[in-house]
């Protein structure tokens, strides 16, 4: 993802600029263009906004009801965690790529995640929105059945032609992909309904709702919905964070939980958050 243009006001009225960004359509507002996946090894060198909180030491008791110990991992864990499944040599040029361009990729749990997904979905049709430089589509095609074809939309055409080198040179069939750019919200509504396995969303944070809504329609009975970027920084759980991101992120999620007719949904703290959901059956 990596169109430079003016993104659309959401919540709030801050004006709107312009910078690159992980493997989305890239539409991002000022204060998002600090902002990274603060788990990307690739990251730029600026710090992400807020700092994880430091992890309790060993046996610390929590504030929760009851003095009950610490649940959750330590950075240590975190770090395994995220590499746990280590990349092969074609991630990790993509990655390089996606360095050189200024593009922030997936992280490394993240692009664990959406094999394994992929996987269990037995996905055949797959959309991804935000082609970046192919480090999400490589992971989607490890888990793809091996027939499978991943229709890719992104705004910036140097991104694309970055990651379509990717996947030659992993050996990926150039009939078992579409790379189509232009702006995901003019593509979607053209795709067919109920056709799809998996929808990845890593675009505009600022279109998050409008990208569920096409999903729902895109995605067969039982099919996954993946949405990046969910905790985005530790903002969305920060209640006093109004940034027009967050704010949209926020609704985004809400919307998910209470379309209980609509989708199984489940939050993970994995990379910078991965809102995972599952199509109920109509």
Do not use: C
Request: net charge negative; no cysteine; hydrophobic share 45%.
């Amino acid at each position: 993802m990596t169109t430079r243009k003016t993104t659309k006001k959401a919540a709030s009225q801050a004006p709107a600029a312009t910078t690159t960004g992980s493997g989305s359509t890239a539409k991002r507002s000022t204060s998002a263009a600090k902002m990274h996946d603060i788990f990307s090894p690739t990251a730029p060198d600026n710090p992400p906004v807020v700092e994880p909180a430091p992890p309790a030491p060993a046996g610390a008791e929590s504030a929760e009801p009851g003095g009950a110990p610490r649940q959750g991992p330590d950075q240590a864990s975190w770090a395994l965690a995220e590499h746990f499944r280590h990349e092969g040599p074609e991630a990790a040029a993509a990655r390089e790529a996606a360095a050189r361009s200024g593009i922030v990729p997936v992280a490394p749990g993240v692009a664990t995640m959406l094999t394994f997904l992929a996987r269990t979905a037995r996905a055949r049709s797959v959309v991804e929105i935000g082609s970046g430089t192919g480090v999400s589509g490589l992971a989607l095609f490890a888990g793809m059945a091996g027939d499978g074809v991943l229709t890719s939309i992104d705004s910036d055409p140097e991104a694309q032609r970055v990651a379509r080198g990717v996947f030659r040179d992993a050996g990926i069939p150039s009939n078992r992909f579409r790379l189509i750019t232009g702006d995901a919200l003019s593509v979607m509504p053209k795709l067919s309904d109920a056709a799809y396995d998996l929808v990845f969303v890593d675009g505009d944070k600022l279109e998050y709702a409008e990208y569920i809504e096409q999903a729902q329609r895109l995605l067969r009975a039982g099919g996954v919905l993946v949405v990046n970027n969910a905790l985005w920084n530790n903002l969305v759980a920060d209640p006093a964070n109004d940034d027009n991101e967050t704010i949209v992120i926020r609704e985004a999620l809400e919307a998910v939980t209470t379309m209980e007719t609509a989708w199984i949904p489940a939050l993970l703290p994995v990379g910078n958050g991965l809102l995972v959901a599952s199509r109920a059956d109509d």
